[in-house]
């Protein structure tokens, strides 16, 4: 997840700066279906905001369908509703868990995926 900045100047509110960064990210596939965000407090405490500020953040991607919450599971990006995408982001996350067990650096593991895809 890149660095998010709240420009406090900003005409702009907080939770909305964080939002559209959220929805940026998952958008341009930064954060993946699957990925589990910060929680509200973390996250808060590493902006310097609201607890109340990250949750409406938070509710909003979640009422959009962009992101869902597990209860004790914390909340994560939403899978794409579409099978096959869907489908290859499980696939991905089970591929990351799996080298990040292994221990397998993240650049090697795109070499690995580089090589597959060519092959």
């Known amino acids: 997840m890149t660095a998010i900045e709240i420009d406090q100047a900003s005409?702009?509110?907080p939770y909305?700066?964080?939002r559209i960064q959220l929805l940026e990210q998952i958008r341009?596939?930064?954060?993946?279906g699957g990925t589990r965000l910060p929680t509200v407090r973390r996250l808060a405490g590493d902006l310097g905001l609201a607890p109340n500020t990250v949750a409406r953040a938070y509710?909003?991607?979640e009422q959009a369908g962009v992101i869902e919450t597990r209860g004790r599971n914390g909340t994560v990006v939403?899978?794409?509703p579409d099978a096959a995408t869907r489908g290859a982001q499980e696939a991905a996350a089970a591929f990351v868990a799996r080298l990040r067990a292994l221990g397998i650096p993240d650049d090697e593991a795109l070499?690995?995926?580089?090589?597959?895809?060519r092959s």
């Open 28 to 32: 341009s596939g930064e954060l993946a």
């Open 16 to 18: 909305e700066q964080l």
């Open 111 to 117: 070499r690995y995926v580089d090589a597959a895809l």
């Open 59 to 61: 509710r909003e991607l």
């Open 11 to 13: 005409a702009v509110a």
């Open 78 to 80: 939403a899978l794409s």
